[in-house]
Nanobody, 119 residues
Framework: QVQLVESGGGLVQAGGSLRLSCTAS????????MGWFRQPPGKERRFVAE????????RYGDSVKGRFTISRDNAKNTVYLQMNSLRPEDTAVYYC????????????WGQGTQVTVSS
């Protein structure tokens, strides 16, 4: 089992920045990749960004490319999401998730952290 705890959400004005953190505990040695998803009010949860634990390769959703950066600190079992140039449409609950092994799915999820961007 892997436990994930997010932090860093809050209220920010449009154009501002926030950094989210997600720390993993438990069977973290088996983590293949970690990612961020978000769910705006009344909408489905959508992919935001992903990072592979071994080599740090990344991928992003189209709506955040060039504005958000995902990174990791292996020693701290922590993944970060640096969010710049925030827009009101970025308002959502942001979830951290983990893929435990190659060719598997996002099996582990955090509780989520609220990000609100005011116009």
């Amino acid at each position: 089992q892997v436990q994930l705890v997010e932090s860093g959400g809050g209220l920010v004005q449009a154009g501002g920045s926030l950094r989210l953190s997600c720390t993993a505990s438990g069977r973290t040695f088996s983590t293949y990749a970690m990612g961020w998803f978000r769910q705006p009010p009344g909408k489905e949860r959508r992919f935001v960004a992903e990072i592979t634990w071994s080599d740090g390769s990344t991928r992003y959703g189209d709506s955040v490319k060039g504005r958000f950066t995902i990174s990791r600190d292996n020693a701290k079992n922590t993944v970060y999401l640096q969010m710049n140039s925030l827009r009101p449409e970025d308002t959502a609950v942001y979830y951290c998730a983990a893929i435990p092994r190659a060719n598997s799915a996002y099996d582990y999820w955090g509780q989520g952290t609220q990000v609100t961007v005011s116009s």
